[in-house]
């Protein structure tokens, strides 16, 4: 299993980037999705998650700024970050589990800065 995402950068407050991640080697249209971040020092958070019914949830400090939607046909997920923050600068990463083993993307840095 392999998950490659893509897109982070640098954006000023309020502005807004779409993060992506390709999947290879699951099925993806029974995978469920997420999306994580962690700053230095902290733990790993769980910002949003999408199943396979294309359900979706979100932490209370995204909703409303944050989407996470899924490509089937491309087994691709990506996350559309709007209204961003300084407090959202940190790395994300894109996970699955699969057969009982949990597979991380390799992170890409988002950094909200003036």
């Known amino acids: 299993v392999q998950l490659q995402a893509s897109g982070g950068g640098l954006v000023q407050p309020g502005g807004s980037l779409r993060l992506s991640c390709a999947a290879s080697?699951?099925?993806?249209?029974?995978?469920?999705m997420y999306w994580y971040r962690q700053a230095p020092g902290k733990q790993r958070e769980l910002v949003t998650t999408t199943t396979t019914s294309e359900t979706t949830s979100h932490i209370d400090s995204v909703k409303g700024r944050f989407t996470i939607s899924r490509d089937n046909a491309r087994n691709t997920v990506r996350l559309q970050m709007n209204s961003l923050r300084p407090e959202d600068t940190t790395i994300y990463y894109c996970?699955?589990?699969?057969?009982?083993?949990?597979?991380w993307g390799q992170g890409t840095q988002v950094t909200v800065s003036s």
């Open positions: 080697g699951v099925n993806f249209r029974i995978a469920t």
């Open positions: 996970s699955t589990q699969w057969w009982g083993y949990d597979y």
